[in-house]
């Protein structure tokens, strides 16, 4: 029995509780553990300096990203500390574009179970898998199915290290205590026939299932999580479209949910676009949007951008009639018979952008030179799909277009940065989803890329609804985390600044966001009622800082 070994083994191999070498002499005694460790005692500042030029020692992203995981189920402590100090470094390693790659290589790379995996063959136990969770007290699980990780479709098992990624930045900025948290990975098989030939493959070896069986097994796991974690906050990453909508519609007002793909990246698209408008001087009533893309994330991000509209003045009808989405067929139009409930409520009437080839949908380049856009999105996961030809196009009609490509990983960016920078004279406003490094313009001077990251917006919503107890995630908490995230971006006072807010300002971003979003939660009436003083205190009391206690 786990009892029988000795006190100190036990405390060494539990992540939460392990100090290394920072245990100081009474505890070493106190707790069994004099000579198992070296006998020098280091603070843990010294430990981070070690940690730290281990991490620069790394040959590579992937060799980085192990040696961060490995330190983190040595000692939370410190790795959350490492990833403070050094956010910017370490946020690309820790999450995009590296974890890309992490799930790609899971299986290969696989050290030590994390989370819960949660298999379809094991769908009448589900309660059981839940109660062996390592931890009894959870506020906050990301759950995936590895259909659609990334731009980089589906990586079965795989998928889990975007929970575990996830969940990470959940506690370094949004301050929710590591043993408080849950990744899981819901093992449905996988339609990837490079891992289901690949004899290291851990997941379930089968075809993913589909239809009902596919629904009904979510549904045993929403039950379980609502018997089991009832007041946990569940959020969905990374589903495909066809799930992922139907998935957040059937529990939204059931839970405390959301979809990350669909709400977060709306909001922080939103909260980019929203500094650019502000920036040149204009409202978002005024905008016209491209987005490519007509998946989950690109129609969440335009039913945010409907709903600011609406807030600025415009009927929901022109705010709709101002918003042209664009797929592989081309412009989505409501005569066609592809498209879903979610894309037909965003579809432009035929003809609203005349085709230059007969039989054929209008292209990108097409709505661009018919429509002008003041912005131009894309969710596509189309690598280099805005063009020279389509950003000229486009500038030619517009003094400071905003231009947002913003697919991960990097490899599947609709445009670079520069090329925009060069192909504008330097005029775009450019948010990106992976991080590039600054555009330069008229050849001697730099401006930073904004990495439109949902990182600026479900850590703060993470906290608010863990601080202030709410009970559901509104479109409006949503709404109120893009302004404040707005309102942050530093070109408000630097035109040569990025529409959001540098990365070692996460943090702080975080604290923002959690307190608007709890009070709006408050607004709403699915949080208890709280004074501002109130939720700024249950927002502190709630924050965890890596320190040793």
């Not at 553990?33 to 843990?44: A, I, W």
């Not at 980019?272 to 998946?295: D, E, F, N, P």
């Not at 991000?301 to 600011?308: D, P, S, T």
């Not at 066609?336 to 894309?343: E, G, M, S, V």
């Amino acid at each position: 029995m786990d009892n029988e070994r000795p006190l100190g083994l036990r405390i060494l191999e539990d992540s939460v509780r392990n100090r290394g070498t920072a245990f100081t002499e009474e505890q070493r005694s106190r707790l069994g553990l004099r000579g198992l460790l070296p006998s020098t005692v280091e603070t843990l500042e010294q430990q981070v300096a070690r940690a730290y030029a281990a991490f620069r020692d790394q040959a590579t992203d992937i060799a980085a990203h192990i040696n961060l995981r490995a330190l983190q189920d040595l000692n939370e402590t410190l790795f959350y500390r490492l990833l403070t100090e050094h956010v910017e470094e370490t946020l690309p390693i820790v999450y995009t574009p590296t974890v890309g790659l992490a799930c790609q290589r899971f299986s290969e790379i696989y050290r030590r179970p994390r989370g819960l995996f949660i298999s379809y063959p094991d769908r009448d136990h589900i309660g059981e898998i839940l109660q062996n969770r390592p931890r009894p007290n959870i506020d906050v699980i990301v759950v995936t199915d590895g259909q659609r990780i990334l731009g980089l479709g589906d990586q079965g098992v795989g998928g889990m290290g975007i929970p575990i990624g996830k969940l990470s930045l959940y506690t370094a900025l949004g301050g929710i205590a590591p043993e408080r948290t849950l990744p899981i990975v819901l093992d449905v098989g996988t339609d990837n026939a490079e891992l289901l030939d690949d004899p290291m493959y851990l997941g379930w070896r089968h075809r993913r299932i589909t239809g009902d069986e596919y629904f009904t097994f979510v549904d045993q796991f929403v039950q379980a999580i609502q018997a089991e974690l009832p007041d946990v906050l569940l959020q969905w990453e990374d589903f495909a479209t066809p799930h992922a909508l139907p998935i957040l519609d059937r529990y939204r007002d059931r839970l405390l949910t959301f979809n990350d793909d669909i709400q977060g990246t709306a909001a922080v698209a939103l909260a980019a676009l929203t500094a650019g408008v502000t920036a040149i001087g204009s409202r978002m009533a005024a905008q016209k949007i491209v987005m490519l893309g007509a998946g989950s994330a690109g129609i969440g991000v335009c039913e945010q951008i409907v709903r600011a509209m609406v807030a600025d003045g415009l009927s929901e009808a022109d705010a709709r009639a101002r918003i042209y989405v664009v797929d592989i067929a081309g412009l989505v139009t409501s005569d066609r018979t592809d498209l879903d409930p979610a894309q037909r409520r965003l579809a432009q009437p035929p003809g609203a952008v005349p085709s230059p080839v007969a039989d054929r949908q209008p292209s990108l380049l097409d709505v661009v030179k018919a429509v002008g856009p003041t912005a131009l999105i894309g969710l596509s996961t189309a690598t280099g799909a805005f063009t020279e030809e389509v950003v000229r196009s486009m500038t030619e009609q517009v003094a400071r277009p905003i231009i947002m490509p913003l697919s991960n990983p990097t490899s599947r960016s609709e445009a670079r940065p520069q090329d925009l920078a060069d192909w504008t004279q330097g005029r775009a406003l450019v948010a990106t989803g992976s991080p590039f490094p600054p555009m330069r313009i008229d050849g001697d001077r730099d401006m930073p890329v904004a990495q439109c990251n949902n990182v600026y917006i479900f850590p703060g919503i993470g906290l608010a609804v863990t601080a202030v107890r709410a009970t559901r995630v509104t479109d409006s908490m949503m709404t109120v985390a893009a302004a404040a995230v707005a309102r942050a971006a530093p070109i408000h006072d630097d035109p040569r600044g990025a529409l959001l807010p540098a990365r070692g300002d996460l943090a702080d971003t975080a604290t923002a966001v959690a307190r608007v979003v709890a009070k709006a939660a408050v607004v709403d009436g699915v949080a208890p009622k709280l004074t501002d003083e109130e939720i700024d205190q249950a927002i502190s009391t709630t924050r965890w800082t890596p320190e040793y206690r």
